[in-house]
């Protein structure tokens, strides 16, 4: 055992080991991607696309102007106004309040308004289905 060095076998194992971690950091910083150039192929080498979007107004109660998907027109939609459950159940609510002041014919309010119906457009020109509307 050498008592002249001064130096315990313990600490000559952590220096080492810290030694060994520091090497690894240096190798971490060389890792690093490198800085972008603007004249890079792969980014120039990508097409550019035109695309236009048509931006659909929303379907109201009544008939709007709408671009046809089918027959790519700009049409005047058609409107089929369909009873539904929600209409029924309105009017044999309405038909439960008054009943009891005579005033039961006012149930027949929800049949005759279209805005308690559900909307349904077409197209005029190839009746293609577009979408339906209800305000219930
Ligand atoms: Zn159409």
């Known amino acids: 055992m050498d008592l002249n060095s001064g130096v315990n076998p313990v600490q000559v194992g952590c220096d080492r080991a810290e030694l060994h971690i520091q090497s690894e950091t240096v190798t971490y910083n060389r890792a690093a991607p490198p800085p972008y ?6 980014v120039t080498a990508q097409p550019i696309i035109h695309q236009t979007i048509i931006i659909q ?14 027959c ?7 409107v089929k106004y369909i009873n539904t459950k929600k209409t029924h159940m309105l009017a044999g609510f309405i038909c439960g309040l008054t009943f009891w002041c005579l005033l039961c014919c006012l149930a027949a309010l929800p049949y005759c ?3 308690f119906k ?3 457009h077409y197209c005029p020109n190839c009746n ?3 979408g339906d509307y209800s305000k219930l």
């Not at 107004?57 to 089918?70: D, E, Q, V, Y």
């Not at 790519?72 to 058609?78: I, P, S, Y």
């Open 118 to 120: 559900k909307a349904e």
């Open 37 to 42: 150039s603007p004249t890079d192929p792969a």
């Open 57 to 70: 107004a929303p379907l109201k109660t009544g008939p709007i102007f709408f671009n046809c998907p089918r």
């Open 72 to 78: 790519h027109e700009r049409v005047l939609t058609k």
């Open 113 to 115: 308004l279209p805005t």
């Open 128 to 130: 293609t289905f577009l």
